[in-house]
């Protein structure tokens, strides 16, 4: 191997250290790019109908966080209160888990008891991992002025971005040659388009979601209904898993009252589930990019492994982003331009080199 190769090789491997030590700085600025895009379009409203953009910016941004700090302003001490409140009944929920699973198991022929050990062992599980659930649930918020400096960050270079977005757009379109540039440009609106619907679809379900478990709990009669909600609504960023995960807390909750009670929390997060599949995506994906489940459910997974909660909260946009730039980039201009045209057939001489024979290109793998 050349001197050159060696150094290419050393240059991209050191490229690739320096990128996963500021990983975090990158998946902030990419925060601030999903809102600036989000953002953009409540500006682009205001400056049709006449305000100016330096206006425009400020309105949309300070309206967004008014929202934002009002909203947590009316909810934050109630759910703190309700959240101490959960730490402290869950353990008492899982303890009657257990009375109940004791019951059960002397109303059970013994026949079935070897199958109900699995039963016993998630009881166990859930009962030596909670402390370590509920310590990791607030693991981006450990610190608070680390978490505020985030947040300032994300908002000034939101703020930037957004009051003047073609300079960095002409900025990006740059880096490519100058006869790709036009298709750059068209890529570039349908990542816009598509993340603004993932970020509407988002939110929406959210909204639904979380009004829908809170009345249903408050209808059932569930303990700590707000904080329920607001869990659901934050787990339906996690396909599938989210609702799973959602439904443990209120079911635990309602258990203390009764069994019964507890299976009509379960019926109600099923239902609820149904109606997000059945009518709520649907109607979402008519905005968005329709994601396959197996590659959204493992996007976010890994984006968590890696990111912690930043990454979760940002594996569908970006998700969204790659899919665009996978179909636009890779299948469109290469893969389905790729024709056998562009592969003579391959001529080998005979053994004697009389008569050279033709292996086709595509034969030869």
Same mark, same amino acid.
């Given at each position: 191997?050349?001197?050159?190769?060696?150094?290419?090789?050393?240059?991209?491997?050191?490229?690739?250290?320096?990128?996963?030590?500021?990983?975090?700085?990158?998946?902030?600025?990419?925060?601030?790019?999903?809102?600036?895009?989000?953002?953009?379009?409540?500006?682009?409203?205001?400056?049709?109908?006449?305000?100016?953009?330096? +206006? &425009? @910016?400020? #309105?949309?941004?300070? %309206?967004?966080?008014?929202?934002?700090?009002?909203?947590?302003? /009316?909810?934050? $001490?109630?759910?703190?209160?309700?959240?101490?409140?959960?730490?402290?009944?869950?353990?008492?929920?899982?303890?009657?888990?257990?009375?109940?699973?004791?019951?059960?198991?002397?109303?059970?022929?013994?026949?079935?008891?070897?199958?109900?050990?699995?039963?016993?062992?998630?009881?166990?599980?859930?009962?030596?991992?909670?402390?370590?659930?509920?310590?990791?649930?607030?693991?981006?918020?450990?610190?608070?002025?680390?978490?505020?400096?985030?947040?300032?960050?994300? +908002? &000034? @270079?939101? #703020?930037?971005?957004? %009051?003047?977005?073609?300079?960095?757009?002409?900025?990006?379109? /740059?880096?490519? $040659?100058?006869?790709?540039?036009?298709?750059?440009?068209?890529?570039?609106?349908?990542?816009?388009?598509?993340?603004?619907?993932?970020?509407?679809?988002?939110?929406?379900?959210?909204?639904?979601?979380?009004?829908?478990?809170?009345?249903?709990?408050?209808?059932?009669?569930?303990?700590?209904?707000?904080?329920?909600?607001?869990?659901?609504?934050?787990?339906?960023?996690?396909?599938?898993?989210?609702?799973?995960?959602?439904?443990?807390?209120?079911?635990?909750?309602?258990?203390?009252?009764?069994?019964?009670?507890?299976?009509?929390?379960?019926?109600?997060?099923?239902?609820?589930?149904?109606?997000?599949?059945?009518?709520?995506?649907?109607?979402?994906?008519?905005?968005?990019?329709?994601?396959?489940?197996?590659?959204?459910?493992?996007?976010?997974?890994?984006?968590?492994?890696?990111?912690?909660?930043?990454?979760?909260?940002?594996?569908?946009?970006?998700?969204?982003?790659?899919?665009?730039?996978?179909?636009?980039?890779?299948?469109?201009?290469?893969?389905?331009?790729?024709?056998?045209?562009?592969?003579?057939?391959?001529?080998?001489?005979?053994?004697?080199?009389?008569?050279?024979?033709?292996?086709?290109?595509?034969?030869?793998?």
């Amino acid at each position: 191997m050349t001197i050159g190769k060696w150094i290419g090789i050393i240059s991209f491997l050191v490229s690739l250290y320096i990128i996963w030590q500021i990983s975090q700085i990158i998946l902030l600025a990419l925060t601030a790019v999903i809102l600036a895009i989000a953002t953009n379009r409540i500006v682009r409203r205001l400056q049709k109908s006449g305000v100016n953009r330096g +206006i &425009a @910016v400020a #309105i949309s941004v300070g %309206s967004i966080l008014i929202l934002i700090s009002g909203f947590l302003a /009316l909810t934050v $001490p109630v759910i703190v209160q309700q959240w101490q409140e959960l730490t402290d009944r869950i353990p008492q929920g899982l303890e009657q888990l257990k009375q109940w699973y004791s019951q059960l198991q002397s109303w059970l022929p013994p026949r079935m008891l070897g199958d109900m050990n699995s039963v016993e062992d998630v009881i166990q599980q859930l009962a030596s991992s909670y402390d370590r659930w509920i310590g990791s649930f607030f693991t981006f918020f450990s610190s608070s002025v680390e978490t505020l400096l985030q947040i300032l960050l994300v +908002i &000034a @270079v939101t #703020i930037m971005l957004l %009051s003047n977005p073609q300079a960095y757009r002409r900025a990006f379109i /740059l880096l490519f $040659p100058s006869f790709y540039r036009r298709r750059i440009h068209h890529i570039l609106d349908q990542c816009e388009e598509n993340v603004v619907g993932c970020v509407l679809g988002i939110l929406f379900n959210m909204v639904v979601i979380g009004i829908m478990s809170g009345v249903g709990l408050w209808i059932l009669g569930v303990r700590l209904a707000l904080v329920n909600a607001l869990l659901a609504a934050v787990l339906t960023l996690i396909p599938n898993l989210g609702p799973t995960i959602s439904v443990i807390p209120p079911a635990i909750l309602a258990l203390l009252d009764s069994p019964w009670k507890s299976v009509s929390v379960i019926v109600l997060y099923i239902a609820i589930q149904q109606i997000e599949s059945n009518i709520l995506t649907p109607l979402v994906m008519k905005r968005q990019v329709s994601l396959l489940p197996a590659v959204t459910l493992l996007s976010q997974i890994t984006f968590a492994a890696f990111f912690g909660a930043l990454g979760l909260f940002l594996a569908l946009p970006l998700v969204v982003i790659l899919q665009v730039w996978l179909r636009e980039l890779l299948i469109e201009d290469i893969l389905n331009t790729w024709s056998k045209a562009n592969f003579p057939p391959l001529k080998i001489p005979s053994e004697d080199g009389s008569h050279p024979s033709k292996i086709e290109g595509d034969r030869q793998f």
